[in-house]
Nanobody
Framework: QLVQSGGGLVQAGGSLTLSCAAS????????MGWFRQAPGKERSFIGG????????YYPDSVKGRFTISRDNAKKEVYLKIDSLKPDDTAVYFC????????????????????WGQGTQVTVSS
């Protein structure tokens, strides 16, 4: 089970950190992904992190502004967003994956086993 926190209304240019807390014994062996879904759009991949936290993957659209990290001892994963833009307004989801073969798998939402409830981020201009 994944429980998300953070989010809310923020001003453009600011920063925000979302958290995702997991339960269960296998968290430290799971890859993690973050996705977002804007109104009227499909869910899109915005970053992933392997089980160790040493390898992170981001699409070019968010590279440099989004940072994913994890604390396996706390069973938590984080998404930090810098230089927020109104286009970042969306519902953000964390997800776990027990079997990803490589970096090419991270963007595929069908490969994830569990999802957080989603948290709304609204960026005002």
């Amino acid at each position: 089970q994944l429980v998300q926190s953070g989010g809310g209304l923020v001003q453009a240019g600011g920063s925000l950190t979302l958290s995702c807390a997991a339960s269960g014994q296998s968290f430290s062996t799971y890859a993690m992904g973050w996705f977002r879904q804007a109104p009227g759009k499909e869910r899109s991949f915005i970053g992933g992190l392997d089980w160790s936290g040493r390898s992170a993957y981001y699409p070019d659209s968010v590279k440099g502004r989004f940072t994913i990290s994890r604390d396996n001892a706390k069973k938590e994963v984080y998404l930090k967003i810098d230089s927020l833009k109104p286009d970042d307004t969306a519902v953000y989801f964390c997800a776990t994956a027990s079997h990803l073969s490589g970096s090419g798998d991270y963007p595929d939402p069908k490969l994830y086993d569990g999802w957080g409830q989603g948290t709304q981020v609204t960026v005002s201009s």
